[in-house]
């Protein structure tokens, strides 16, 4: 697995410039309670080049809006609506209520 | 001016095997927009595998995420966990691995298509193939010792080897079941009341399934080549085993119902291959080493690509582990077949999408 560490402000603007949906195909968001911060995950694999997966990887706070990648991968919103409500972060334009009721307190996957 | 009307389709609904809900927006009875939910069942597995449970428990308690492909899941976890061990299994191991997860790919693709029958208001057919899939449960049964569930593979290898009268009743049934998918393939690709109900139904271009990262055989049904087993030869052999991908064109159900068929073929020849090319010795590699770093895995599942993640700090307790299901992926994917298709070929879509909601929420 290929790691590549990013600010979460380059986030989008680099996975952009990666992401060519004829060559890679994108995986999931996941998201590691890391205690004093959340890190969130993009996988991707590569048709071109079969078994290699990339993950792009950023820290942010708790409470910090995560840029969405819709923009440049569409079918990211379910990943996307996943971790806000399994890890309870907020993430650009993503709903709750996609994997639990919309009205659930809490976020299942945070350590605290 | 269009008159419009949202109708509910589950979380309880007659042709949903599943507790998911549709939101189908209708313009008449033509499908214009569609919303989807799939938040009914989730149970905190992943949350349990990193606190309730020490590492090498976790392989049983992640086959209870699904009944169907319990196998796909605890094979993924249990290489995610060897890569974070270190830990190289044997050869024997890697072909047994394979057996089971063939076996299983044909009860489950044979379930979905009973399931597209009986949707497509063909019952006979839905009996027909369900009684058909009886031979590959009495086989999971005599290899593992359960229907379901199998608790087959385990950090290190497998749970049990394979008895050589086994092996015998494997080749014995599959000659039996040869015919029986040759007679399926036949109806499924010439009745006509069926191709009503299935040709042309619940297309997804070969774009669509590419730009929306579908996986499976909703993916290979449009043509796109997505098998992760053609990508995993470092983790299983697949290719020594015979491994061929099955590409349709149209993307619509029938597609879908062939890509499912002909997947049927090429597992019996995997499994025939591996048992006449079985490799002797052990089936478990030991060691007494903790997780350590972070590992992904990917596996192809009968409804497509299962993905692993898993994160060790040298404890018996993992960090973090990460579990998405194919069915998670090909949402994306489902929403769009629905636009533009008739209300009434909405059950037979839902079938050909083979959804697995215990998968998708854990």
């Known amino acids: 697995m290929k790691r590549i560490d990013l600010p979460l402000d380059k986030v989008v603007e680099e996975i952009g410039k990666f992401y060519r949906y004829d060559e890679h195909h994108f995986i999931v968001i996941n998201a590691v309670d890391l205690g004093d911060a959340i890190e969130v995950q993009w996988f991707f694999s590569n048709y071109v080049a079969p078994g290699e997966v990339t993950m792009f990887a ?38 709750k209520g996609f994997v639990l009721e919309e009205d659930f307190e809490g976020a299942p996957l945070r350590k605290k | 001016m269009a008159t419009y ?8 609904h007659i042709s949903l095997l599943e507790p998911l809900h549709f939101k189908l927006t209708t313009e008449n009875e033509k499908i214009v927009d569609v919303e989807a939910n799939v938040g009914y069942v989730h149970r905190g597995i992943e949350k349990a595998c990193t606190t309730k449970f020490k590492f090498r428990q976790v392989s049983f308690v992640i086959g209870r995420i699904c009944g169907l492909c319990s196998i796909s899941h605890t094979t993924a976890y249990s290489q995610v966990a060897e890569k974070l061990l270190n830990l190289e299994i044997p ?12 076996l299983d790919r044909i009860h489950s693709h044979m379930l979905c298509l009973s399931h597209v029958a009986e949707n497509s208001g063909f ?6 193939t369900m009684k058909d899939r009886e031979i590959s449960m009495e086989l999971l049964e005599a ?11 385990i950090v290190g290898g497998v749970a049990r080897d394979l008895r050589p009268e086994v092996a015998q009743m494997i080749l014995t049934r599959l000659k039996e079941l040869r015919p029986k998918i040759d007679d399926l393939i036949d109806i499924f690709q010439n009745n006509w009341s069926l191709s009503l109900k299935n040709k042309g139904i619940g297309a997804i271009s070969f774009e669509d399934a590419m730009r929306l990262n579908a996986v499976g055989p909703l993916a290979r049904a449009a043509g796109v080549p997505v098998d992760v087993r053609n990508d995993t030869e470092d983790l299983l052999p697949w290719k020594q085993v015979g491994f061929e991908m099955v590409l349709e064109n149209g993307g619509d159900v029938h597609a879908r119902n062939m890509v499912r068929l002909r997947e049927l073929l090429v597992s019996m020849k995997i499994i025939e291959n591996v048992i006449q090319g079985l490799p002797e ?3 478990v590699a030991e060691t007494k080493a903790l997780p350590e770093g972070e590992a992904v895995v990917r596996l192809e599942a009968p409804r497509g690509e ?13 960090e973090r582990l990460k579990v998405k299901a194919p069915t998670f992926s090909n949402i994306p994917a489902f929403v769009e077949m629905f636009k533009g298709n008739e209300y009434a070929s909405a059950p037979a ?3 050909s999408y083979d959804p697995c909601l215990s998968c998708t929420a854990r």
């Open chain 2, 143 to 153: 290899v593992c010792g359960n229907r379901v569930q199998y608790d087959y593979s």
């Open chain 2, 5 to 12: 009307y949202d109708i509910p389709v589950g979380a309880q």
């Open chain 2, 281 to 283: 010795g052990p089936i």
């Open chain 1, 58 to 95: 950023a820290k942010a706070d708790a409470s910090q809006l995560i840029p969405s990648i819709t923009r440049v991968v569409p079918s990211a919103w379910v990943a996307e609506a996943e971790l806000v409500d399994l890890m309870g972060i907020n993430i650009e334009n993503a709903k």
């Open chain 2, 306 to 318: 299962l993905f692993h993640y898993a994160k060790g700090n040298k404890t018996q307790y993992l």
């Open chain 2, 91 to 102: 050869l024997r191991a890697k072909y047994l691995r394979i057996l089971v997860l063939e």
């Open chain 2, 123 to 128: 019952e006979a057919l839905f009996m027909r």
């Open chain 2, 349 to 351: 879509i839902i079938a």
